[in-house]
């Protein structure tokens, strides 16, 4: 049974920073590729970043580049996404996901176990 439980999301003032974590019960966490997407009110999930299993390699969107950081520790089956220069618009519930395999996934479709979500809200 996969397991994905999110937390770390919370209130912050624009420019701020917010560190978000997804804790992973999974026998093999390190065979599976990860990725962080997220859900604003009326709009469609929107994919933010992707780590390979080891963590070498990594890939964002290009409205978080430059200031949000995918990170995993598969000695403690964790993946967080350090959050800085938060902007209004990041206000989103933010969702970690697995896939049973390698890479750096983009979609949706290709992971297939997702987190409960934790809300970020980015004041102005």
């Known amino acids: 049974q996969v397991q994905l439980v999110e937390s770390g999301g919370g209130l912050v003032q624009a420019g701020g920073s917010l560190r978000l974590s997804c804790a992973v019960s999974?026998?093999?966490?390190?065979?599976?590729?990860m990725g962080w997407f997220r859900r604003s009110p009326g709009k469609e999930r929107e994919y933010v970043a992707a780590?390979?299993?080891?963590?070498?390699?990594?890939h964002y969107a290009d409205s978080v580049k430059d200031r949000f950081t995918i990170s995993r520790d598969n000695a403690k089956n964790t993946v967080c996404l350090q959050m800085n220069s938060l902007k209004p618009e990041d206000t989103a519930a933010y969702y970690c996901?697995?896939?049973?395999?390698?890479?750096?996934?983009?979609?949706?479709?290709?992971?297939?176990?997702w987190g409960q979500g934790t809300q970020v809200t980015v004041s102005s």
């Open positions: 996901a697995l896939a049973r395999g390698d890479g750096l996934l983009v979609a949706a479709y290709q992971y297939d176990y």
């Open positions: 999974a026998r093999t966490f390190s065979d599976y590729a």
């Open positions: 780590i390979s299993w080891n963590g070498g390699n990594t």
